[in-house]
């Protein structure tokens, strides 16, 4: 007897699961090499020759087009922590990669799947619970924590060997601190802008205000204007076109003379109700009827002028207020490396905005990982039965953060996995045998991870190697609760899509399908759900 139709693959059972987490630990070890601050690129080029030059997790991700519906869960949470916190999409894949490896293992001597969801479940909310205990508590306008938390996230991604002569991390804090509210803990991003122009890296630069990229229309307006207010028209100054066809009869030459003047006519009461209005350029209210400008609607700035950048001329707008805007010009030799920067500039942002939020610190290098590994281990063992396995294989794949950031760092893994346990191990014991006042969360010791930089194990806080804790906080649930939901899955039904002529197609973004009413024009708006930023249109 024939239960499905024709076209339908049903994989179901052990087979199944097999599948699925083999699909997402494909995935991880897609993204490994770029952890850390000796991680390397990857190189993607579309089906139109476009290529794209990335160390970031998230955007690689997004560009290879995966069929196997396991992958797409792991690519849906890098890109949800992308969305969330802004910084992270690596090591969340690399962790659920692991917890994959270490799920894999359990179910080959026999643990079945409904025990280790139970161990995952209660190992995340030991890890979560240890991890807030640890967390450091600062002031969110402390500029020197701002700085070194911009100075992390800048060490583990590509252009930090293109900026080095360039301050960035302060130019970042100066821009953060002149729009952020900390006294509500708020941030708004789309205050910020970031333009790009080819040109040297050591001249990019902070604009206190807006960068417009076009230049003044007519030679005879003024290239500087002080304390400039400013219009903002939501509709055009010129005569629009009608939408149909239209003709104009004339019988003699003078008609011809009166409509031309009266078309001028129309078009100087226009600008005269901006000149009246006392405009220039922000603040400003979007205006759509000229006729009823008043003062409220006006913005203000210091000063607008005309600057050449690079071959071309960018008009600056400089000292807006209410609301303060700020602007990134960023400059680089190539397109490319430009794509990069934008996308490092714009985790940073994502990362200060987070310790704003929340004014909570753990240590990076993967020292917050080994410590809460070591923690867990010794609370397994007073777990009963097969659970305390589980819990241990979460713990050990914790520590697949700090050994990748090693091993992509050229260390033997091996001698770094047991000198890092014992250093960890020795620091989280209470002192002469007797248990703290703190429960051996005293902010006081020494937190060991990886010193990438110079191969070697290292403390992270002396070296200012830190990072917020709400990154940490979604690293640790997406990992687990998308490997969770890909253990709950045992039978997959999938059906061949029909592939009816005209309807098979491919996108400028290298994306291949079938759908119905492919063939004629449309778009997809970013496939996996991405969410596009106001401003940031670099993917």
Same mark, same amino acid.
């Given at each position: 007897m ?11 059972g ?15 070890d897609?993204?490994?090499?770029f952890?850390g ?27 290879i087009?995966?069929? &196997?519906?396991?992958?797409k869960?792991?690519?849906?949470a ?30 080959e ?7 280790i969801l ?15 205990k ?6 969110? &306008?402390?500029?020197k ?11 583990s ?10 301050v960035?991390?302060?130019?970042v804090?100066d ?10 803990r708020y941030l ?16 990019t630069e ?9 230049t ?10 002080e ?12 005569d ?24 001028t006519s129309?078009?100087?009461q ?10 220039k ?9 000229l006729e009823?400008i ?7 700035a210091?000063k ?16 807006c207020?209410?609301p ?5 010009l ?5 397109k ?17 905005r987070?310790f704003i939020?929340e004014?909570?610190i ?19 063992y ?28 050229g ?6 996995r047991? &000198? ?15 248990k ?11 937190w ?11 403390n992270?806080?002396?070296l ?5 804790l ?5 690293i640790?649930?997406?990992a ?21 002529h005209? &309807? ?15 063939s ?20």
């Amino acid at each position: 007897m024939q239960l499905f139709g024709n076209g339908l693959k049903r994989t179901y059972g052990t087979e199944a699961r097999r599948y699925n987490l083999l699909a997402a630990r494909l995935i991880a070890d897609l993204v490994k090499g770029f952890l850390g601050p000796r991680g390397l690129e990857k190189m993607f080029i579309d089906i139109l020759g476009e290529m794209t030059v990335t160390k970031d997790g998230a955007t690689f991700l997004r560009k290879i087009d995966v069929e &196997h519906p396991a992958a797409k869960v792991i690519i849906e949470a890098s890109n949800a922590v992308d969305n969330a916190v802004g910084d992270g999409t690596t090591s969340v894949v690399v962790l659920a990669g692991a917890l994959v490896e270490k799920a894999e293992g359990l179910l080959e001597i026999g643990i079945s799947p409904s025990r280790i969801l139970d161990g995952y479940h209660n190992a995340l909310h030991m890890a979560l619970e240890i991890v807030r205990k640890v967390s450091i508590e600062a002031t969110n &306008h402390d500029k020197k924590i701002m700085r070194y938390l911009v100075e992390t996230c800048l060490r583990s991604k590509a252009v930090s060997h293109f900026t080095e002569e360039i301050v960035i991390p302060s130019l970042v804090v100066d821009g953060i601190c002149e729009i952020a509210d900390f006294s509500r803990r708020y941030l708004e991003v789309d205050d910020i802008k970031i333009e790009e122009k080819i040109g040297n890296s050591s001249d990019t630069e902070l604009v206190h205000g807006t960068v417009i990229d076009k230049t003044i229309d007519d030679s005879s307006m003024p290239r500087m204007i002080e304390n400039a207010k400013i219009l903002l028209l939501d509709s055009d100054v010129q005569d629009e076109r009608t939408k149909t066809d239209a003709e104009i009869r004339i019988s003699d030459p003078s008609q011809m003379t009166s409509f031309i003047k009266k078309k001028t006519s129309n078009l100087l009461q226009k600008i005269q109700c901006v000149i009246e209005s006392g405009a220039k350029a922000t603040g400003a209210k979007v205006v759509r009827d000229l006729e009823s400008i008043n003062d409220s609607d006006l913005g203000y700035a210091a000063k607008v002028y005309e600057k050449k950048v690079s071959d071309d001329k960018m008009v600056f707008v400089n000292g807006c207020r209410n609301p303060k805007s700020i602007t990134f010009l960023l400059r680089a030799n190539s397109k490319k490396i430009l794509d990069e920067f934008h996308r490092t500039i714009l985790d940073s942002i994502y990362v200060l905005r987070n310790f704003i939020t929340e004014p909570k610190i753990v240590p990076g290098g993967g020292a917050i990982e080994a410590f809460i590994a070591t923690l867990i281990k010794e609370r397994s063992y007073q777990l009963p039965g097969k659970e305390q396995i589980v819990v241990q294989k979460f713990a050990e794949a914790l520590e697949e953060i700090p050994l990748t950031i090693a091993r992509n760092s050229g260390l033997n893994t091996v001698d770094i996995r047991a &000198h890092l346990r014992q250093r960890v191990y020795s620091q989280s014991q209470p002192k002469n045998n007797k248990k703290s006042k703190k429960d051996n969360f005293n902010n006081d010791r020494v937190w060991y991870g990886i010193n990438a930089l110079e191969r070697k194990i290292d403390n992270m806080m002396e070296l200012h190697v830190i990072e917020p804790l709400m990154v940490k906080e979604q690293i640790l649930i997406t990992a687990t609760e998308v490997i969770i939901l890909l253990l709950r899955v045992d039978d997959v039904l999938m059906k061949k899509p029909v592939e009816t002529h005209g &309807h098979t197609h491919t996108h400028m973004d290298g994306t291949t399908h079938s759908h119905k009413g492919g063939s004629d024009p449309h778009d997809h708006f970013d496939k996996l759900g991405k969410q596009q930023r106001p401003m940031h249109h670099y993917y």
